[in-house]
């Protein structure tokens, strides 16, 4: 019950928020191929996580920046390349009502970036919290409940088969280019 109580404020404190976030009407034609700087939020599950890299290796080969937001633990899991782009949080940076404290979100939110990329899977309070305060024109990440109040252009789940999901968010990413 608890717990439920805490995801109903947590949720109540996005809301508030969005109030004041509109989605420009954009075009997605050329558009990796005439950005640069890119916000990737890793998915927390282990799984995920891994199918993800190819989402990172796609914008590297393309040399785009990427500034990666994941945990502490699993920023060693990056490719050598990535981890000194990486903004790690711990269990301090989340407070009690599961959203990112005040000193990440000074962190995240301090600099502007061309796309938002959130590959989690599977709805968080915290990710879609980060989603909304990210300085981005374009915010991409999967169909979740609520999840066209967080990003402009979503891309389908697979539900249980995250190799099918990220390749599918690659390819899309595939079609911005030209």
């Not at 990666?68 to 990535?82: E, G």
């Not at 909304?132 to 066209?148: M, R």
Request: aromatic letters at 14%; glycine letters at 2%.
């Amino acid at each position: 019950m608890l717990e439920f109580l805490k995801e109903k404020i947590a949720g109540k404190v996005i809301e508030k928020q969005l109030k004041d976030q509109s989605f420009e009407p954009h075009t997605f034609t050329g558009f990796i191929k005439s950005s640069y700087s890119f916000f990737v939020a890793m998915p927390e599950d282990d799984r995920d996580f891994t199918y993800s890299l190819s989402v990172l290796n796609f914008l590297a080969e393309n040399k785009k920046s990427a500034m990666i937001l994941a945990r502490d633990f699993k920023v060693s899991l990056l490719p050598q390349k990535f981890k000194a782009r990486a903004i790690e949080y711990s269990e301090k940076d989340v407070t009690k009502w599961k959203l990112p404290a005040k000193r990440l979100i000074e962190k995240v939110s301090e600099m502007p970036y061309n796309a938002l990329i959130d590959l989690n899977r599977r709805n968080s309070l915290f990710h879609n919290y980060i989603a909304n305060i990210v300085k981005a024109p374009l915010k991409i990440g999967f169909v979740k409940s609520d999840s066209d109040k967080f990003y402009n252009f979503q891309v389908i789940n697979h539900g249980d088969n995250p190799e099918i999901s990220y390749r599918n968010f690659l390819n899309c990413l595939k079609m911005f280019q030209d």
